[in-house]
């Protein structure tokens, strides 16, 4: 079993950051990604990171905007939102699976999600 623990959502303007932090327990995690859900939307894929950190995936609307992370040694997965925009509201998730993938059903493990709220 992995509990997953995410952190760092808030109220923020357009144009500031925020960093997500994903902690994991239980065990050492593969891949690690972030989706997101807004009210009334399907839950979508934002970015994911294999266990090396060699292969990283990214939506296209935050391409150049965010940078997922990790650092094996804290079992911590990172999402750095830069530029952030109203649209990116919405209730984040991490994810843990067995191999990287831009899927949700690709992922045995999620948090409880944090709320990004961005105003314009």
């Known amino acids: 079993q992995v509990q997953l623990v995410e952190s760092g959502g808030g109220l923020v303007q357009a144009g500031d950051s925020l960093r997500l932090s994903c902690a994991a327990s239980g065990r050492a995690v593969y891949a690690i990604a972030w989706f997101r859900q807004s009210p009334g939307k399907e839950r979508e894929f934002v970015a994911a990171i294999s266990q090396r950190g060699g292969t990283t995936y990214y939506e296209d609307s935050v391409k150049g905007r965010f940078t997922i992370s990790r650092a094996n040694a804290k079992n911590t997965g990172y999402l750095q939102m830069n530029s952030l925009k109203p649209e990116d509201t919405a209730v984040y998730f991490c994810?843990?699976?067995?191999?990287?993938?831009?899927?949700?059903?690709?992922?045995?493990?999620w948090g409880q999600g944090t709320q990004v709220t961005v105003s314009s």
């Open positions: 994810a843990v699976g067995v191999s990287v993938s831009t899927y949700h059903y690709d992922y045995q493990y």
